[in-house]
């Protein structure tokens, strides 16, 4: 029943083909009998995950329950889940437990999803390979030499190897679509504001955004419907209708303009993976759209930008963790100062001290206009470039990434050659625009991503062409052999 996607299970759920306690038990078993290899998960909630299922059948068997009632799910590590600690895959946080659930995670409560544990992932999101975890790196099912992405690789993996039919996770730069296309799953980043932020742990605040990574498009629109609409309690959230994403997946595709980006298909570009993107193209142009270039003259300066931007917004998020209020206090401080630098020491890794360090100093007197000010301003280009474009064509598309999975250990110590692994990724986020990755073939045995950008609350759009995709293709099917 594993091989089943989220869709066929609640179906199975609500005609009490299955039970959630079946469900729930044979997921936790996959889990366990995969922990060692993968390290998905930090936390399992095998426990509480059981009393729920419990009480999912009998709210099944009463014929009652919520759209999602009684299906396998986890969350990515940086949801705060009341009573389960939320790490963020930081020796900071490693035992904190927070007093609330983030909104995110009481909302798919409410729908009826059973959490069976929380999610692996860089440490404070801040990676592209899963390897900056306090917690140890993931490793992606198709090859466990490989890393699986990230900083969602938790989710990514643990959907590939199906030891959950979907999982919450997080986009600041790139962080749901580039693992859901390491990992041949698929993964969608909502437009910002459209799901609540609040109870989500901060990275860069103007661009981190919640989203999910599933099997397939209409997985994920199933899950998204529950999450998504206005939060009172996140003042960035955005009050408007949510669509149903689930009835809209349908419509045909006569006619629908699709813009490839030009930029993306730059020397960079791995030639297999171009050839899976470019066979994905002509499958949208014998469903009835068109494709046509597109240029964003500006894209080619994301990477820096977001790598101004985002290390900024998280060298003042993270000031919070001091010592004093949150996370990891170090022994015997000796007055205030020694607290501080000791405790931010020594829960902080490698790669969160850089970005603490550069943004810091991108903000400083002196240094703020050259810097983040600039930044700010091409930021605004980019953005204008997308606005011009969807004044053209209805989505954007190309791949999501440069190459396919890279080996453990390949970039870690050169900064600079991760951050570019991005470089497909982040202008959807500085723009703050809706952004899908979808399994579109494999390049030399390793999944290729397609990604699909969108304007500003075109998700339903988005996944409506990802489910028409995926209805003439089977990759998004594919399970890793290790694990079908
Ligand atoms: N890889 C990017 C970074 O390291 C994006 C991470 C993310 O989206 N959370 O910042």
Redesign the pocket.
């Known amino acids: 029943m594993y091989r089943q996607t989220l869709t066929q299970l609640a179906a199975d759920l609500r005609a009490r083909r299955v039970s959630s306690v079946e469900l729930v038990r044979a997921f936790l078993a996959r889990i366990e009998a995969s922990q060692r290899d993968l390290n998905a998960f930090v936390t399992v909630t095998a426990e509480q995950a059981l009393a729920q299922a419990e009480a999912a059948d009998r709210a099944l068997a009463a014929g009652r329950g919520g759209a999602l009632e009684g299906v396998p799910f986890g969350h990515k590590d940086l949801f705060c889940t009341a009573g389960v600690r939320t790490t963020c895959g930081s020796r900071m946080l490693k035992q904190f437990i927070s007093p609330y659930d983030a909104t995110v995670v009481s909302r798919l409560k409410a729908a009826g999803a059973v959490m069976l544990g929380k999610l692996n992932m860089?440490e404070f999101?801040?990676?592209?390979s899963n390897e900056t975890s306090y917690f140890g790196p993931v490793r992606n099912p198709w090859n466990r030499a490989l890393v699986p992405g990230?900083?969602?690789g938790g989710s990514a993996a643990a959907v590939a190897a199906r030891l959950l039919p979907a999982a919450t996770a997080?986009?600041?730069?790139?962080?749901?679509r580039?693992p859901a296309a390491f990992c041949g799953v698929t993964g969608i980043k909502p437009t910002y504001g459209r799901v609540s932020r609040y109870g989500m742990i901060a990275?860069a605040s103007s661009?981190?955004q919640a989203g999910v990574i599933a099997a397939s498009a209409e997985d994920a629109a199933r899950v998204l419907r529950e999450m998504a609409g206005f939060d009172p309690r996140d003042s960035t959230s955005v009050d408007a209708p949510v669509p149903d994403y689930l009835a809209e997946l349908d419509q045909p595709l006569a006619g629908l303009k699709i813009g490839v980006l030009k930029e993306f298909f730059d020397t960079g570009l791995d030639a297999a993976y171009e050839r899976c993107v470019r066979e994905a193209l002509a499958v949208f142009e014998r469903l009835g759209a068109s494709v046509r270039e597109v240029s964003l003259p500006n894209i080619p300066l994301s990477v820096p930008v977001?790598y101004v931007v985002?290390p900024a917004e998280c060298s003042s998020n993270l000031a919070r963790y001091d010592g004093v209020r949150f996370g990891h206090r170090c022994a015997e401080a000796h007055d205030l100062e020694d607290l501080y630098k000791r405790s931010r020491s020594e829960g902080f890794g490698a790669?969160v001290k850089r970005r603490i360090m550069t943004g810091t100093y991108v903000l400083s007197a002196g240094y703020y206009d050259a810097y983040y000010l600039k930044a700010q301003r091409v930021r605004r280009l980019i953005a204008a470039d997308f606005a011009r474009a969807f004044g053209e064509v209805d989505l954007l598309m190309g791949p999501t990434t440069p190459t396919p999975a890279f080996e453990l250990g390949a970039k870690v110590a050169d900064p600079i050659t991760?951050?570019l692994?991005?470089i497909y990724?982040?202008g959807a986020?500085l723009a703050g625009l809706p952004a899908m990755s979808v399994p579109c073939g494999f390049a030399a045995g390793l999944p290729a991503g397609l990604q699909i950008i969108g304007p500003h609350f075109a998700e339903a759009r988005l996944l409506n062409a990802a489910h028409r995709y995926q209805r003439e293709t089977d990759w998004h099917l594919r399970i890793p052999e290790a694990y079908a």
């Open positions: 860089d999101a801040m990676g592209s990230g900083s969602s997080t986009d600041t730069g790139g962080s749901i580039q990275f661009l981190d977001y985002a790669e991760m951050y692994n991005d990724t982040i986020n």
